[in-house]
């Protein structure tokens, strides 16, 4: 499957645009992704928001970026407008593969929240009790 083959809801679209304006660089890493589904605030994604609020506080974002230590040195490709690491690209395969379980038409942010805590090993380490009770 190739990335121009995937197929996003609507809100996953905003997401990707958020993510690519929130990205340090020009390219998306799965870390931009998951921070982009923080601040979309709607649906699955605000139940993330208000908790993770209510947790550590309105810089929750900065926190755990603080806490992450990320290898942003990777290959990457087009999605359309965006360019997209490697490990990005295999976030969004998973979901797609998701979507095909769940036989539904189009990825959505729940697919990928799935897949990047499933393939991100930073950010799953990062949401471990281990690193929580450091805080």
């Not at 660089?25 to 921070?35: G, Y």
């Not at 990928?112 to 471990?128: G, H, M, N, P, R």
Request: charge should be positive; charged fraction near 25%; aromatic fraction near 12%.
């Amino acid at each position: 499957m190739k990335c121009h083959e995937l197929v996003f809801t609507n809100r996953m679209k905003r997401i990707i645009k958020l993510s690519s304006q929130l990205s340090e660089q020009s390219v998306i890493f799965p870390s931009d992704i998951f921070f982009a589904i923080c601040r979309e605030a709607t649906g699955v994604c605000g139940e993330l928001h208000l908790y993770l609020y209510k947790k550590l506080g309105a810089d929750y974002i900065n926190l755990i970026k603080s806490r992450l230590h990320l290898n942003q040195d990777m290959p990457h490709t087009c999605y359309k407008e965006w360019h997209l690491a490697k490990a990005t690209c295999d976030i969004f395969y998973a979901a797609s593969k998701k979507r095909e379980k769940y036989n539904q038409i189009m990825i959505n942010e729940g697919h990928v929240l799935q897949s990047i805590f499933e393939i991100d090993k930073e950010l799953k380490l990062a949401f471990t009790m281990k690193w929580w009770k450091k805080l």
